[in-house]
């Protein structure tokens, strides 16, 4: 009796781990995240939030998940080639980020290397398009977009953990917060 119960327990053990294996096979090979914003700003004004890391504290949602984040810039101070690398607890982990593509008052785009908790390298795209008109005052639509590959161990962690709504939330949060900064009377 105890000998059936345990090779049934065992039977439905490997039939669930092969399920989430061919569900995670059947996930994409890519990912992209996506979340965007109306700011009530002109794009100069925005732009330099995003191009200078040294700025980022005031709007990045992970610059406050861990109070004792260690920092380090090289590079130029803002544009193409500023490099931006931390070391921080389990909540933000230890990464790099440089900006690859900086065309003013337009676009930043960004190459994002994780190295804990896991190894990953993304690609980061902040869009800043104009809208409205001179009567109606200066406005930007801001869209951030991370993209990148995903190993078939991501796949899996995606079987049970969406990934647009965890890193969403915080690309959310984070443009929320950039609106906030944009908006201060100067």
Known sequence: MLKTVLLSLLAILAT????????AAMKPDTFQVQRAIAINA?????YPLIADFRAWGAWSP????DPNLKRSFSGPEAGKGSIYAW????????????????????????KLDFIKPFEAHNDVVFALQPQGTATQG????????????TPFFAKIIHV???MDRMVGGDFEAG????????????
């Open 62 to 65: 992970w610059e406050k998940k």
């Open 138 to 149: 200066s406005a930007t639509h801001v869209t951030w977009t991370m993209t990148g590959p």
């Open 16 to 23: 669930g781990i092969v399920v989430v294996l061919i569900l």
């Open 160 to 162: 049970f953990f969406n």
């Open 87 to 110: 070391v921080g607890d389990k909540n933000v982990g230890e990464g790099s980020m440089e900006i690859v593509t900086a065309e003013p008052s337009s676009k930043v785009g960004l």
């Open 175 to 186: 443009l929320a917060s950039l609106k906030a900064q944009a908006e201060r009377p100067a």
């Open 42 to 46: 002109p794009p100069e004004r925005i």
